[in-house]
């Protein structure tokens, strides 16, 4: 009940595509869910957040939407560079409040030029 | 900028050593995480501390334990090293709650 569920484990699109990571969470006391993104070498670094009371964040290109009733949130990139090449972990805060979070297992984009 | 650093990008000890992998922050936060990452299984949570001297287990405590004498410093321990504890090991900050993590640029770690 405590895990975060992610897919696909690697995802390859042409420039300009919208590649769709999808993430699906069972404990329904959940309630903060960030995307990090990681570089070759680079820890992961925040890239957006999102919390339940909300269905879609928009912070430029990338998009969080999210569905409380299916239990699933999804990060579009829309116009995909080259440069969003990298590792994109999903993740899901306990609720104890710690700043402890659950971490999916991981996608790793690959964008062609 | 917050900082996360760790002391060693990379690291080959052999199987029975005990081995310390060090972090430091330099943003005054109050929790500090220690994840271990391998492909096809995200970043796992080893031991995590919300204030000094304070550590809790993480999902994957086992052969690992963590030291937080001061604030800024967040030790994590392989008391025996194994070859199953080959990995990478990423450490985090946050300032409390909520926060974003700031994450070092890890260790990778290779028990022989």
């Known amino acids: 009940q405590q895990q975060v569920k992610q897919s696909p484990q690697s995802l390859i699109v042409q420039k300009g595509g919208i590649p769709i990571i999808n993430c699906a969470y069972e404990n329904t006391a959940f309630d903060y869910f960030p995307w990090y993104q990681q570089f070759p070498g680079k820890g992961p670094a925040l890239l957006i957040a999102i919390r339940p009371d909300v269905s879609e964040k928009k912070e430029g290109r990338f998009t969080i939407s999210f569905n409380k009733s299916a239990k699933q949130f999804s990060l579009h990139i829309m116009d995909s560079q080259p440069g969003d090449s990298a590792t994109y972990f999903c993740?899901?805060?306990?609720?104890?409040?710690?700043?402890?979070?659950?971490f999916g297992q991981g996608t790793t984009l690959q964008v062609k030029p | 900028d917050v900082k996360v650093t760790q002391s060693s990008r990379y690291l080959v000890k052999r199987t029975g050593e005990k081995v310390f992998l060090e972090c430091v922050q330099d943003m005054d936060h109050e929790n500090m995480f220690w994840y271990r990452q391998d492909p096809g299984l995200g970043l796992r949570l080893i031991y995590f501390?919300?204030?000094?001297?304070?550590?809790e287990k993480g999902d994957i405590p086992e052969g690992y334990s963590v030291s937080r004498e001061k604030k800024e410093r967040f030790s994590l321990i392989l008391e025996s090293a194994s070859t199953n504890q080959t990995s990478m090991y990423l450490c985090a900050s946050s300032l409390e709650g909520r926060q974003p993590q700031h994450f070092g640029d890890g260790t990778r770690l290779s028990i022989l």
């Open positions: 501390s919300y204030d000094v001297k304070m550590k």
């Open positions: 993740a899901a805060a306990h609720p104890s409040n710690t700043g402890k979070l659950i």
